[in-house]
């Protein structure tokens, strides 16, 4: 009996027809398997993982594998995006044992969910041979496998978590810079070789810090490789080589939502076009092909359509010029660089550099994505998650502001009051939900964190209070239920699922770290409030940076670009003025357009309006700010103390980047 058919998880359901009797997480698995005397097999995957499609087709839709891992196993399916703590305890196992992680990852343990094998993608004979072995071995030297379940356990709860130190100073801030040099790559961008990942929260920081050769090489050579689709926006999850020419085709929200948010940034420190023009294709694709009638976003599309990774999106000379004409046909060969860089002949769109009529290119482009959309389209995973809409709101929201699109920051409204209205159950908050019905997952500490930051910036751009309202509950339920009390904090809140081990993981991955996450968001709302022990925790959070800042600082983006906020006050401004008038907006989108790393912002109508609650005065950074001569003013500040408040977007942009 296959049980998975009830989930709402879009990667359960891909394995609902499988032969494979699996078992959603839970404790009914656990107490199967005691009641079997069996071992647990544990899949963890995600929906737009091209090697879990494989893994899928070869041995779990194969009725000879199903009915070996049905006999001797009870089979545990999991989506790692629901259940990001069942994810990072297993996998911290498979690094340990394997010295290597990915997925899918395929975990063997005890009835009790203590891992004593661990692997990752088995081609079918190879996995057969496996589960045969193992199954022997758990029958006839069940000790062995005990005493290594054990071990491994113990092993992984005896390691302590990384060592806090000092506070970042300018000079941590500088060793940071010195390590991130040391593995940049001056010809290609980007650090290290390939796979190559979009550094987002590295390249953050550098924004932050003014190193513009690091940060604009590789933005310029992601939004010119094959890794950004030149059609339709957006970028995928990685590049396979060290040029960003081909990638590994799944669109991650996370990645676009962090990557939309440093185009914009980019823009603002430099005026760079090709920065506006990536940022709000992005933000187009964003909506046009993850939002979620409910007013969310999906979480992925799928790198694969018609069983082959990246069909939809690659090209032949010969699909062009059907698509084109001969003579626009061969001009695209040449702008998009089509020379075999994919398989079987196809390539992967580049755009190497402007061509000399962008109004060809863009006529060239529109024709393009209407052919196809005429092609079978990637699956889309479309459970809402709350970091990654988070992420997604923040992004939005300051790219409306900054490039005056009142759409974009109606869509991340529109994301926040969804989650708002069905991820929020008092101060607690659910991580997904589906069709506008939360699922049963507790929200994990990235979801708290990544999800205030938003609203605080959601809040920056409308002057919404109940955004800074509900971004102070959120944070603090992660000051009351997520610390370890030394600073750090737990991926978990102190009554979540226990498992073998509770998650801690204080370094960046494909998102900013939980624990960095909530020192920015928690940095941001003391701003905003003055609040000492919102400004003393994100302090403390931040000591893990010192440890990794010189060595390995690429683990580290987000909470060095968190620091560099810190060093700078970070600064704050308050704009008051009536909400409806041109001289109050052009104050606002100037705070912005200054391009101030961490800027923090706060809006409200002034005197004597301010005093009513639900026009800001719940935010204390407005009080006592009023219109100057009657005329709206901005008030740039640092711990709240102010400078002289002033009138115009001229002076405004003068005190801020003094």
């Known amino acids: 009996m296959n049980r998975l058919v009830e989930e709402s998880s879009p990667y359960l359901l891909q394995h609902a027809g499988n032969p494979v009797d699996w078992w959603p997480w839970g404790e009914e698995a656990m107490r199967e398997a005691r009641r079997r005397d069996a071992p647990l097999l544990i899949s963890i995957g995600y929906s737009s993982c091209h090697w879990c499609h494989v893994m899928a087709h070869e041995s779990f839709e194969d009725p000879g594998t199903a009915r070996l891992m049905n006999e001797h196993f009870v089979n545990v399916k999991v989506d790692r995006e629901e259940r990001p703590d069942v994810d990072a305890v297993y996998m911290s196992a498979t690094q340990a044992m394997t010295q290597q992680g990915g997925w899918p990852m395929t975990v063997f343990a005890t009835p009790d969910g ?339 930051e938003g609203l605080i910036a959601l809040h920056g751009v409308t002057g919404e209070t109940r955004w800074f309202r509900l971004a102070g509950a959120l944070l603090d339920t992660v000051l009351d239920r997520f610390g370890d009390g030394t600073g750090g904090f737990y991926d978990t809140a102190d009554d979540a699922e226990r498992l073998f081990q509770r998650p801690q993981d204080a370094t960046d991955n494909a998102t900013p770290s939980g624990q960095y996450a909530a020192a920015g968001a928690l940095l941001s709302y003391a701003a905003l409030t003055g609040s000492t022990r919102h400004r003393d925790a994100a302090h403390a959070a931040l000591g893990t940076v010192s440890v990794l800042a010189g060595r390995h600082a690429r683990f580290a983006g987000w909470g060095l670009a968190v620091a560099r906020a810190a060093l700078d006050g970070p600064v704050e401004v308050a704009v008051v003025g009536p909400p409806d008038d041109p001289r109050t907006r052009a104050l606002h989108r100037e705070a912005y357009l200054a391009g101030v790393p961490g800027l923090v912002v706060a809006s409200g109508p002034g005197a004597p309006a301010e005093l009513d609650v639900a026009h800001g005065a719940a935010v204390p950074l407005l009080r006592g700010r009023g219109l100057i001569g009657g005329a709206p003013a901005a008030y740039v500040c640092q711990g709240f103390t102010c400078k002289m408040p002033v009138t115009t977007p001229e002076d405004l942009r003068a005190q801020l980047r003094r």
């Not at 022997?136 to 290594?148: F, G, I, S």
């Not at 020419?245 to 939502?257: G, Q, R, S, T």
């Not at 294709?281 to 409910?294: F, H, I, K, S």
């Not at 860089?341 to 190497?352: A, D, M, N, R, Y």
């Open 114 to 452: 203590h891992p004593f094998y661990c692997g990752t993608y088995f081609p079918r004979a190879q996995f057969q041979r496996l589960l045969t072995g193992l199954h022997h071995a758990w029958v006839h030297d069940r000790e062995t496998v005990l005493k290594q379940g054990a071990k491994v356990v113990e092993v992984l709860n005896s390691g302590t978590a990384l060592p806090s130190g000092p506070q970042p100073t300018a000079e941590t801030l500088e060793r940071a810079v010195a390590n991130l040099r040391e593995s940049f790559d001056p010809v290609r961008g980007g650090f290290g070789g390939a796979p190559k990942f979009p550094p987002s929260m590295v390249l953050e920081f550098l924004l932050r810090s003014g190193e513009r050769e690091m940060s604009g090489r590789t933005l310029e050579a992601m939004a010119r490789g094959g890794i950004y689709d030149q059609l339709g926006g957006g970028f995928a999850r990685y590049s396979v080589d060290a040029g960003w020419v081909v990638p590994h085709f799944e669109k991650m929200l996370y990645d676009n939502a962090l990557l939309l948010r440093v185009y914009t940034h980019w823009w603002t420190a430099t005026g760079e076009p090709l920065a506006r023009r990536v940022a709000l294709e992005t933000a187009g694709w964003l909506l046009r092909e993850l939002r979620t009638p409910e007013g969310g976003f999906a979480s992925a599309l799928d790198a694969d359509s018609e069983g082959e990774e990246g069909r939809f999106y690659v090209w032949t000379p010969e699909q062009l010029r059907e698509a084109l004409g001969p003579d626009d046909g061969d001009w695209a060969v040449r702008v998009f660089d089509v020379t075999g860089t994919f398989e079987h002949g196809t390539s992967v769109l580049q755009l190497p550099r402007e061509p000399d009529d962008p109004e060809r290119l863009a006529r060239v482009r529109e024709r393009l994505l209407a052919a196809r959309e005429l092609r079978v389209r990637p699956g889309r995973d479309d459970k809402v998650v709350a970091s990654w809409t988070g992420l997604a709101i923040a992004a939005l929201a300051e790219t409306g502001m900054v490039f005056d699109r009142a759409d974009l920051v109606e869509a991340a409204t529109a994301a926040a009051v969804l989650l708002q209205e069905v991820h929020v159950e008092g101060d607690r908050l659910l991580r997904t939900s589906r069709d506008g019905r939360a699922g049963r997952n507790a929200g994990v500490l990235d979801d708290y964190a990544n999800l205030a």
